[in-house]
Structure formats: C-alpha cells, structure tokens
C-alpha cells in the first residue's frame, strides 16, 4: 500500500470518527466555546478586535459605524462624480472620523507621491511564465516591494517597541499608493501585449488605477471608486483580514503581512469567487446557447452544479444572512448606468432563481448573494473580461482595510496571536473525563 492509499484510508476513518462525536458531543463547551465551534471553522467564535469596521449578520458591513449607502452618501466624491472615493474610507477606517474634501485630496497627493514602483520588482514579474495567474504574480510583486520595508530596516537596526506603529503606517502607505500601478503592470502584461500605461498624476488613486488598466470611460472610473470603496473592508474575521493580523502579530513587515493575506484572498471559496461567479455564468451560456437563459434553465444549471458536488459561487457566506449591501450596491450601479446589459440582467435573474434552490437543500445557512456575485457581470459590460484578473482589484481594495487594521495592531501594542489547539484523542479524553487538555 502506498503512503497516499494510507492516509486516505486513516482520513475516512477519522472524519466518520469526528462526526460521530460531533453529533453526540458538539454542543457541550469549553468555556463559552462549543466543541463544534472548534471542528468547524471557529464561526461566532468572538477572538480578534478589528477598529475598522464590524459585520452585522442582517445589515451587513458598517465602517466606523457607516452603512454602505451612508458612506456612499457621505464621502467626498470626484469632481463631476457620484460615488464614493476609496481615499475618504482610508480616512474614516485610519482616523475614526468622517474625512472633508481636503483631507481626502491630502491623502490622494500623498499615495501619489509615494507610488514609485522600483524596477525589480517589474523585472520580478516579467520572469514569471505570462500564463500565471495574476494573482500569483501580484503576491510575488508584493513580496519583490518587500525589499522597500522601513519596518524590517528600522528593526533590524533596533527599534523601540513604542515606534514600530511608525514604520508600519510609512509601510502601510507606500504599498497602497504602488498597489495599483503594480496590479495595472501585472493585467497590461497578460492580457493587452506589455503595452503599458503611465499614471497620470491628475487622477484620485482609483480613477488613476482604471487609467492605467487602459479604460478611460467616466463611468468605469466611478465603478472602480465604489468597487474599490466597497471590498476594501469586512471585519477581522474573513481570512484576508485575519491573516494579515495574524502574519502581523509576529512582527512581520506589512509587505509580509499584505502578501499572506493576499494569498487567503486567492482562494475559491472568498475573494476567488469573483471570478469563479463569472466563469460559471459564462459555462452555462455556452452550455444553454443563450446569452438570457431563463429562470427555469438557471435553476436547472444549480441542481446540475449541485449534483457536481461543487458551490455555487457568489451565493452563501460565513457570517451574513441576507443579501450583502455590497451586492446590493452594485445592483444600483447596475440600474442606474447599464440596465440593459444582458450579462447584469442574468445576474438579475440567478438572484430570483438561485436563493429557493439552495434554501431547499435545508443545510445551507445564508442562501443570499454576497459581493462576488456581481461584480464581474459590471466589468465584463466595460470590456475587462479577462476574470481570472477580478480577484487582484478585489486585493487592491482589500490592502486598505487590513492595512489600516495593521496599523492599529502595532499602535494598540497587540501580542503575538497563539490560540490553543488539540488533538481528536485529547478530545476523546476529555469526553470521557480522563485527560483535562485545556489547561496549559
Ligand atoms: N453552494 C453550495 N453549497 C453551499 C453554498 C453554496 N453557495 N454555501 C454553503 N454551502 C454548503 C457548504 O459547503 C456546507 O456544506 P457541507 O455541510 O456539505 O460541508 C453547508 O452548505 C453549510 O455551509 P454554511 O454554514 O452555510 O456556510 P459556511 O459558513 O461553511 O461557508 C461560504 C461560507 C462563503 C464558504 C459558502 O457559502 C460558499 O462556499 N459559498 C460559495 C463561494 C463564495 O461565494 N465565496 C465568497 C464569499 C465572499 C467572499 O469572501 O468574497
């Protein structure tokens, strides 16, 4: 028998062992904590504290207390525009406060001069196959940038405890302010031949980012403020955001820490479902041979991928129970600036077909849509169809929360983060009262 032949059978084993003892003992606590809570992901389990934003299961994201459409309401805008810009929700995540149009445009102008990328770090990239995912290629370009880290300079040289918040908001800052021209670089090389863009000075950190992608629209400037605006942050929990603390907490660099989170973010079940949302719709198109299928083909096609064994990407989420604002946010984009566009209208229609279906399976606990299932149909409409790129705007967004967070981790002083973990005899024992494995 080989290694692998055994393992397999010792898994089967085990896992049929786990849900044994999970179905008679999972409700019995240590602490407040149930046994099921352990197994099963830690959900509602209360153990980080994340200043920036909070997750309410019905009303979704609040940052520093704002909803969705209260940020989209209150931040300064551009010139001429109507959405958010992701620099006043910076602000509002770093500071605490609602930012003014000055502060908003001191903070543009500082990215901006903070945004030179070094050569290595194109050169980086450029020796990577073009085939690679783009999300490989942004994680190697942010550790490349690694080479700029004040933190990882300034300790090494020996650093007071009471200045490492310093070194990582100066770290924080660069690495936002060079993400997009680093993440452009990455989509210019695959997609459209090397033809690379220049920044333009002129532009908020968002709309200088389309620029650089190649889209010039207005309208696609003000998508990328409110999408930037609207993935940028989603409590600690979420495994970008609880990566990147926990990578932190060991003093890593937030060059270090950004590129862990990042490679979280790179997985099919969170930010990766952005473009598995589209890459699913687009099959079943091809499959139906309809660009509109309707709502009985769609609930067709769900039954089908649930057979497969597979998730239907978008739909579901860990901590939300109803339609997540940021979908909803996006829906209102849609209706106001493209309401005829068939791929949205299908998008449309998965979210009248899709929530019953998965609501009769009985098992799943959120059968609404989460901000993936959106925001591909919105690109593709601009002609960015290229969706194995998505999940690196989601990370450009991303780096604003989890950084911000980073900087108050070093400022609060956090510790080193090291839950307890056990094995399944120790809980085997503690069941039948023999062995007390929590203590230390
Ligand atoms: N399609 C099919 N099955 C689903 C499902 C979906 N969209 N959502 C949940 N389920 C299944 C789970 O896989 C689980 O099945 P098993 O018991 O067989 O393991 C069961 O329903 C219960 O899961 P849950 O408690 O409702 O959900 P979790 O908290 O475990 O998982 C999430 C949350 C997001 C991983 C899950 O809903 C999912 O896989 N969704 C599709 C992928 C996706 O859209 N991810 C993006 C989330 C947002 C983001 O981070 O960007």
């Known amino acids: 028998m080989t290694i692998k032949e055994r393992f397999k059978i010792k898994a089967e084993s085990l896992s049929a062992e786990i849900k044994d003892i999970l179905k008679e003992h999972g409700s019995k606590k240590i602490g407040d904590t149930t046994l099921s809570q352990i197994y099963a992901g830690m959900r509602g389990m209360t153990g980080l504290v994340t200043e920036t934003s909070l997750l309410d299961a019905q009303e979704g994201i609040r940052f520093r207390g704002y909803s969705i459409p209260e940020i989209q309401q209150k931040l300064p805008k551009a010139s001429g525009g109507s959405e958010p810009l992701p620099e006043g929700l910076f602000f509002l995540m770093l500071i605490g406060d609602l930012p003014d ?8 102008a500082n990215w901006q001069r903070r945004s030179h990328v070094p050569n290595h770090v194109f050169d980086a990239i450029e020796a990577l196959p073009v085939g690679t995912h783009p999300m490989t290629q942004f994680v190697i370009a942010i550790m490349a940038l690694q080479t700029e880290s004040q933190f990882a300079k300034k300790y090494a040289e020996g650093l007071n405890k009471k200045d490492y918040w310093d070194a990582i908001f100066d770290d924080s800052m660069n690495l936002i302010a060079r993400l997009p021209r680093v993440a452009a670089y990455i989509y210019r090389r695959k997609y459209k031949h090397g033809d690379h863009i220049q920044p333009n000075g002129l532009l908020d950190w968002a709309g200088n980012f389309a620029h650089m992608l190649g889209y010039r629209d207005d309208t696609f400037q ?3 403020r409110l999408y930037m605006t609207i993935h940028a942050d989603h409590e600690g929990g979420n495994v970008s955001a609880h990566t990147t603390h926990l990578v932190g907490s060991a003093l890593s660099d937030p060059y270090l820490c950004l590129a862990a989170g990042m490679n979280g973010l790179a997985g099919p079940l969170h930010g990766l479902a952005n473009q598995e949302v589209i890459k699913w719709i687009m099959e079943m198109r091809e499959e139906l041979k309809t ?5 009985e083909q769609i609930v067709e096609y769900v039954r089908k991928t649930l057979s497969e064994g597979k998730v239907v990407p978008g739909y579901g989420h860990a901590v939300l129970r109803k339609t997540d604002p940021r979908f909803s946010a996006q829906m209102e984009f849609g209706k106001k600036h493209l309401p005829d566009d068939p791929l949205v209208k299908t998008v449309w229609n998965i979210y009248e077909a899709v929530p019953p279906v998965l609501q009769s399976l009985g098992k799943i606990k959120n059968p609404w849509p989460n901000v993936d299932a959106h925001s591909g149909a919105l690109l593709v409409h601009f002609g960015l169809v290229e969706y194995e790129f998505y999940t690196v705007l989601f990370g450009v967004s ?22 307890k973990s056990v094995t399944t005899d120790s809980v085997k024992g503690w069941i039948e009262g023999k062995a007390d494995i929590w203590g230390d």
């Open 101 to 108: 149009e000055k502060d908003v445009q001191e903070l543009t």
């Open 222 to 224: 003000e998508l990328m």
């Open 291 to 295: 660009e509109l299928p309707s709502q």
């Open 398 to 419: 991303r780096s604003l929360g989890v950084l911000a967070s980073l900087c108050w981790d070093r400022a609060l002083g956090y510790p080193l983060e090291r839950p």
